[in-house]
């Protein structure tokens, strides 16, 4: 049973930078793709990004591009979100996810997420 | 990359069922079969109960279920219980390793 784990609550200044972790456990790591996904307070589900571990290639949301890197440490079994200029909009709950995939005869093709991380509440406040 | 379109809201009795619609356009819903839903209780991690449109995870009770419809996915619970009572999310691939969320929904058991 593979399970996310994320690191710690964060208090960051405007302008700053945050970076999140997530470890996996019970699985094999490189196998999948992780993204990550954010939840402003009384705000939905918003996707950020992913990384593709084994080629270590990730892509983003148009709105985080240039904002947001997201890595995976294949010898760690864990995959990072960077963000930087923290603004006060930034404060959020973010969630790492294993995406799930489908395969047909030809290829596989990235589609769920699941499991999930518990969260990690970034707050940025001055 | 617009937010897919949920109802805000949807209600029903306890036994009853409800349908929950996500519409995007053809280059996300309407252009793959990749759209999962989530169901999310304030303060813990989204579940998934759909993936690929219809199917559903072991342990995820059969009352769920998924279907779409060109641009428009649908999420149906059906003998509704008030432990349904929460915020459901749709999500699609939305082509070149991107992904889209649904606005959101909250069902409500009268």
């Known amino acids: 049973q593979v399970q996310l784990v994320q690191s710690g609550a964060e208090v960051k200044k405007p302008g700053s930078s945050v970076k999140v972790s997530c470890k996996a456990s019970g699985g094999t790591f490189s196998d999948h793709t992780f993204t990550w996904v954010r939840q402003a307070p009384g705000q939905g589900l918003e996707w950020m990004g992913r990384v593709i571990p084994i080629f270590g290639k990730a892509s983003y949301a148009q709105k985080f591009q240039g904002r947001v890197t997201i890595t995976a440490d294949e010898s760690t079994s864990t995959a990072y979100m960077e963000l930087n200029s923290l603004r006060s909009e930034d404060t959020a709950v973010y969630y790492c996810?294993?995406?799930?995939?489908?395969?047909?005869?030809?290829?596989?093709?990235?589609?769920?997420?699941?499991?999930w991380g518990q969260g990690t509440l970034v707050t940025v406040s001055s | 990359q617009s937010a897919l379109t949920q109802p805000r809201s949807v209600s029903g009795s306890p036994g009853q069922s409800v349908t929950i619609s996500c519409t995007g356009t053809?280059?996300?819903?309407?252009?793959?079969?990749?759209v999962s839903w989530y169901q999310h209780h304030p303060g813990q991690a989204p579940k998934l109960m759909i993936f690929?449109?219809?199917k559903r995870p072991s342990g995820v009770p059969d009352r769920f279920s998924g279907s779409k419809s060109g641009n428009t996915a649908s999420l149906t619970i059906s003998g509704l219980q008030a432990e349904d009572e929460t915020d459901y999310y749709c999500c699609s691939y939305a082509g070149t390793y991107t992904w889209v969320f649904g606005t959101g929904t909250k069902v409500a058991v009268l």
């Open positions: 996810a294993r995406v799930g995939f489908y395969c047909t005869s030809t290829s596989c093709y990235d589609s769920w997420f699941d499991p």
């Open positions: 053809s280059s996300d819903v309407g252009g793959y079969d990749s």
């Open positions: 690929d449109v219809s």
